[in-house]
C-alpha cells in the first residue's frame, strides 16, 4: 500500500530557507503535490511537479524530486511568518484520490 | 471563488450520540471525501464518493458511514460517537480525471467526544 512520510517538526528564522522532505511509496504517480495548511484551516494546493521532471520552481518555492530514491522536498526561500503552516506532500497514483503524507509543521521564528 | 464549507467549525457530543457532519461543494464536482487529521498520523481517508448515491470505504471506515443524495452535498454520520472519534475532520471535492490533480478543502470540524 501506499506510504508517505514526513518529519513532524521544522523550526527555521526568518529570513532563513526551509526545507521540507517527503518519501513516497508508489512511483506510478504522474504528479506529487505539496499542500500547505494555515492555522484553523483546510488544506490548498501550494504546488506540484509532474514525474518526469527533476525541479520546479515558483518565485520562492523549489520542488525536487529523486525518482530513484523516492525522494520529493521542498524548499521555501527567505521563510517569512506567514510561511507558518503545516506542509503535507501527496501522491495520487492513477486514482481520483490523493494519499497524504503525515505533515510537518514548519514554525518560523522571528 | 470555489467553496467547500462545513456544517460546523467546533462541535463537541456524547458518548453514544448520533452524530451528523454536513458538507457542501459549489464546483459541481462529482467526487467528494472525508479524512479526518490526527497529529502525527496526517490525513486518512473515511469515505469517498464518485457520484450520488454512490460511496467508496477508505482507508478507516469503521464507526463511520456516508450519504450522497445530491451532487452538492456528501454526509458524514458517526452512528453512535466514541472518544477515538475526537478529531478533526475534513471534507474534500474534485473533478474526475481532471490532471494536476487538486482536492479542495473545507475548513474542517473540529469534533470532541466527551
Known amino acids: 500500500g501506499e506510504d508517505v512520510e514526513q518529519s513532524l517538526f521544522l523550526s527555521v528564522r526568518e529570513g532563513d530557507s526551509s526545507v521540507i522532505n517527503c518519501t513516497y511509496t508508489?512511483?506510478?504517480?504522474?504528479?506529487l503535490y505539496w499542500y500547505k495548511q494555515e492555522p484553523g484551516a483546510g488544506l490548498q494546493l501550494l504546488t506540484y511537479?509532474?514525474?518526469?521532471?527533476d525541479m520546479k520552481q515558483d518565485q520562492r518555492l523549489t520542488v525536487l524530486l529523486n525518482k530513484k530514491d523516492k525522494h520529493l522536498s521542498l524548499r521555501i526561500a527567505d521563510t517569512q511568518t506567514g510561511d507558518s503552516a503545516i506542509y503535507f506532500c501527496a501522491e495520487n497514483p492513477g486514482a481520483n484520490n490523493l494519499f497524504f503524507g503525515t505533515g510537518t509543521r514548519l514554525t518560523v521564528i522571528p | 471563488d470555489v467553496k467547500v464549507t462545513q456544517s460546523s467549525r467546533y462541535l463537541v457530543k456524547r458518548t453514544g450520540e448520533k452524530v451528523f457532519l454536513e458538507c457542501v461543494q459549489d464546483?459541481?464536482?462529482?467526487?467528494m471525501f472525508w479524512y479526518r487529521q490526527d497529529p502525527g498520523l496526517g490525513l486518512r481517508l473515511i469515505y469517498f464518493s464518485y457520484d450520488v448515491k454512490m460511496k467508496e470505504k477508505g482507508d478507516i471506515p469503521e464507526g463511520y458511514s456516508v450519504s450522497r443524495e445530491k451532487k452538492e452535498r456528501f454526509s458524514l454520520i458517526l452512528e453512535s460517537a466514541s472518544t477515538n472519534q475526537t478529531s478533526m475532520y475534513l471534507c474534500?471535492?474534485?473533478?474526475?480525471?481532471?490532471?494536476?490533480?487538486?482536492?479542495?478543502f473545507g475548513p474542517g470540524t473540529r469534533l470532541t467526544v466527551t
Open positions: 474534500a471535492s474534485t473533478r474526475t480525471n481532471r490532471t494536476p490533480y487538486e482536492q479542495y
Open positions: 508508489d512511483s506510478s504517480s504522474t504528479y
Open positions: 511537479i509532474f514525474s518526469n521532471m
Open positions: 464546483m459541481d464536482h462529482e467526487n
